[in-house]
């Protein structure tokens, strides 16, 4: 039994033509693009580039197309596994590859030419993406769509339509695709990565994650009536699922949010460690130690 439960989750793929083909497309114009730009550029955009983007392009895949779409409907567990690799897996790699440059790259001359160019010329579309990735804005703009679609009638009025379903899921995309563009400021951004900034910033989405987790884990009562009767490829209760959901979100999401935070905290004491002091005082210091040395050595 347990052996057909396994195989149900491996097995249990239904890839959507249209989105697959997006991805690919995208993926393909990339790749295109990066060896193209890497001629040119090849410091700013290294192998590990590549595969981040790709990576993060083949984890929206298998979040769509995978057992944890196709069981989402009937497991919690699986839905909240599926949206923590839409908000926190694939946005930070599809950000790591600096993807700008090498989908524009990618694209015929005439096309940037005639439609892209008016637009980046634009000082009013200049001007949201401006906004748009400032920490304030990308901040909220990811968690008010993380709680807003975990509230239970958008959750429910999500299960019940599959477009919306795919709204929700474009929604968490790159609304955290923005969230983790000012952390990581990809190339060619003018502008420095967060650094003692970014640990508030994400400790405070940390804090949001935790509210919500610890709800799933500690209600005591179903929140989305749907899976109370909804068909089980796997041998746990309703209840227990939430709290599996809420625990997986918990740990896991934690992790996405704690270990850039411990990373930028020991890079700054590593930089900001004891302070360099002037050839002068060196100077000093350096003869001091010499006539130390030769008082012992007499």
């Known amino acids: 039994m347990e052996y057909s439960y396994l195989q149900l989750l491996l097995t249990n793929w239904d890839v959507p033509p249209v989105t697959s083909l997006a991805l690919a497309v ?3 114009l990339y790749a295109i693009g990066w060896n193209r730009a890497r001629k040119t550029r090849p410091q700013d955009l290294s192998r590990w580039r590549l595969v981040a983007f790709l990576s993060g392009i083949l984890s929206i895949f298998v979040a769509i197309a995978s057992p944890l779409d196709t069981v989402s409907e009937s497991l919690l567990f699986m839905h909240m596994a599926q949206h923590f690799v839409l908000m926190s897996i694939a946005p930070p790699l599809i950000v790591l590859g600096a993807p700008l440059v090498p989908l524009l790259r990618a694209l015929p001359r005439p096309v940037i030419h005639a439609c892209l160019g008016p637009l980046f010329r634009s000082q009013t579309v200049r001007s949201f993406f401006r906004n748009a990735t400032r920490p304030s804005i990308s901040w909220m703009a990811m968690n008010v769509s993380y ?4 509230v239970p009638a958008a959750y429910e009025f999500a299960l019940r339509s599959e ?3 795919n709204v929700e899921h474009a929604c968490f995309l790159f609304t955290s695709i923005l969230f983790w563009w000012p952390v990581i400021r990809p190339w060619p951004s003018h502008q420095r990565p967060m650094q003692l900034s970014a640990m508030p910033y ?10 919500v987790s610890a709800l799933f ?3 005591g009562m179903l929140i989305y009536p749907s899976y109370a009767n909804a068909d089980r490829p796997l041998p ?6 939430q709290v599996a959901a809420g625990s997986f979100m918990w740990v896991f999401g934690s992790l996405v949010f704690l270990i850039p935070v411990a ?3 020991m890079r700054v004491l590593s930089v900001r ?6 050839p002068t005082a060196s100077a000093a210091i350096s003869a001091e130690q010499l006539r130390y040395v030769q008082r012992k050595a007499v």
Do not use: E, R, Y
């Open 26 to 28: 995208v993926a393909i």
């Open 147 to 150: 709680v807003g679609w975990h």
């Open 163 to 165: 477009n919306w379903h």
């Open 202 to 211: 994400l400790l405070g989405a940390d804090l949001v994650n935790t509210g």
């Open 217 to 219: 884990c500690f209600s």
């Open 236 to 241: 746990i209760s309703p209840l227990n699922d």
């Open 263 to 265: 990373a930028i905290f």
């Open 273 to 278: 460690g004891p302070s360099k002091l002037s």
